[in-house]
């Protein structure tokens, strides 16, 4: 995953249909995250899976600042898959704005991928290795909430998740864009640009909860 500082603003034009309100950590700036997991045992089977992920306030929330992101949820706005048992029980169950894409995975020296939309490239990434962070800081269980809004419907879901063989370092991925009309909505946010910070997890054990109505 990276972590991308945008513009707060043309952050809350993407998502305004949420209903939701991006977290701004400063003035003026809200975050992005963008990512990809691949998935090798669960309930939905083996597939692959990229977010696009806004930091927004709980429901109600106007807090601002880097506390403020600390309590903030991922509104996951992009979440293509390259299966389609996922793709329908992603969005039938929880709400997920999954569609079927292509990827193009690279797990050489340096890790990366491409996702395809209907033949059209959407993003790309290119990860330099980061320095690992002692299994103390990160082995304990974790609980996001995530928001996604399908069909009318803004929803929250909990997830609970144990990490594994996690990296970070500043920067540290290379990103382009294509010509799908998720591209230009990232185009839109400033993107590519710099990240803040990037990481990966070598495994990532997750438990999903109910998906909960709130608007």
Request: include cysteine.
């Amino acid at each position: 995953m990276a972590m991308f500082s945008v513009d707060a603003d043309a952050a809350q034009r993407m998502i305004d249909y949420s209903g939701l309100q991006v977290c701004r950590y400063r003035p003026g700036r809200a975050v992005v995250v963008l990512m990809l997991m691949r998935y090798v045992d669960g309930d939905l089977g083996q597939y692959l899976e990229y977010g696009t992920n806004v930091m927004v306030n709980r429901p109600g929330s106007t807090a601002r600042g880097m506390r403020a992101l600390q309590s903030a949820g991922a509104f996951i706005h992009h979440l293509p898959v390259d299966q389609a048992f996922t793709c329908e029980a992603g969005r039938s169950i929880w709400g997920y704005p999954k569609v079927m894409a292509d990827f193009t995975v690279r797990d050489g020296r340096q890790f990366g991928f491409d996702v395809t939309i209907d033949g059209q490239l959407a993003v790309g990434m290119e990860f330099q290795r980061g320095l690992p962070v002692p299994a103390r800081f990160t082995s304990k269980p974790q609980v996001h909430p995530t928001f996604s809004h399908l069909n009318g419907v803004t929803r929250e879901t909990a997830g609970e998740m144990r990490l594994s063989g996690v990296r970070y370092r500043p920067g540290g991925v290379r990103l382009w864009l294509g010509d799908h009309p998720y591209a230009k909505e990232l185009a839109a946010l400033g993107l590519p640009k710099r990240a803040l910070i990037s990481s990966s997890v070598q495994n990532v054990q997750m438990t999903f909860g109910d998906a909960k109505e709130i608007s």
